[in-house]
T-cell receptor
Framework: QKEVEQDPGPLSVPEGAIVSLNCTYS??????FMWYRQYSRKGPELLMYTYSSGNKEDGRFTAQVDKSSKYISLFIRDSQPSDSATYLCAMNREVLTGGGNKLTFGTGTQLKVEL | GAVVSQHPSRVICKSGTSVKIECRSLDFQATTMFWYRQFPKKSLMLMATSNEGSKATYEQGVEKDKFLINHASLTLSTLTVTSAHPEDSSFYIC??????????????FGPGTRLLVL
């Protein structure tokens, strides 16, 4: 079993739709959770990070963490064609413990927002 | 803030030659940098962790003599692919951890270098 599982997609939605992207994880040592967006042939761009259960909102993006279920989500409201990209979830242990520097990534979900 | 650059963005080389890729943190100091490799439509595969002033830590299965990493300063890490072969063709991406920013675990990625070995 992989430490982080992510719905592979591809996911195609109409412009304006609400998009839900999800990851599950098996290691309860993960404390920090991030979402990256990667456009084709580019490096990943940090979208959001969270470190506690609950919701965090930034503009059209909401990151949700449920540590009891080991489940994280990224919601995109009013999706736009420019949101078309691959979305990677990533997580990390506490830096001060062993292996804390490494990010563990999901496989990424490819999203296409169509006009 | 938190900008990471890579150079070159794209390189084509002949089999057997060595290629050096630079990763720079432009507006912060990075005690730790990471090197990843990504195949088409696949996720990032961590190759090694680079700490300023010390030897890099390589992931299992990554040949340290083939992928030489040097982290000589707090803003620069280099990856040299020695005696490159066609199977080394890939998208190489670096990231840097900004220890002065909260949360410290966050990594900022460079734009990537596309290597094609003929």
């Amino acid at each position: 079993q992989k430490e982080v599982e992510q719905d592979p997609g591809p996911l195609s939605v109409p412009e304006g739709a609400i998009v839900s992207l999800n990851c599950t994880y098996s290691n309860s040592a993960f404390q920090y959770f991030m979402w990256y967006r990667q456009y084709s042939r580019k490096g990943p761009e940090l979208l959001m990070y969270t470190y506690s259960s609950g919701n965090k909102e930034d503009g059209r993006f909401t990151a949700q963490v449920d540590k009891s279920s080991k489940y994280i989500s990224l919601f995109i409201r009013d999706s736009q064609p420019s949101d078309s990209a691959t979305y990677l979830c990533a997580m990390n242990r506490e830096v001060l413990t062993g292996g804390g520097n490494k990010l563990t990534f999901g496989t990424g979900t490819q999203l296409k927002v169509e006009l | 803030g938190a900008v990471v650059s890579q150079h070159p963005s794209r390189v084509i080389c002949k089999s057997g030659t060595s290629v050096k890729i630079e990763c720079r943190s432009l507006d912060f100091q990075a005690t730790t940098m990471f090197w990843y490799r990504q195949f088409p439509k696949k996720s990032l595969m961590l190759m090694a962790t680079s700490n300023e002033g010390s030897k890099a830590t390589y992931e299992q299965g990554v040949e340290k003599d083939k992928f030489l990493i040097n982290h000589a300063s707090l803003t620069l890490s280099t990856l040299t692919v020695t005696s490159a072969h066609p199977e080394d063709s890939s998208f190489y991406i670096c990231s840097a951890r900004d220890s002065g920013r909260v949360p410290r675990e966050t990594q900022y990625f460079g734009p990537g270098t596309r290597l094609l070995v003929l």
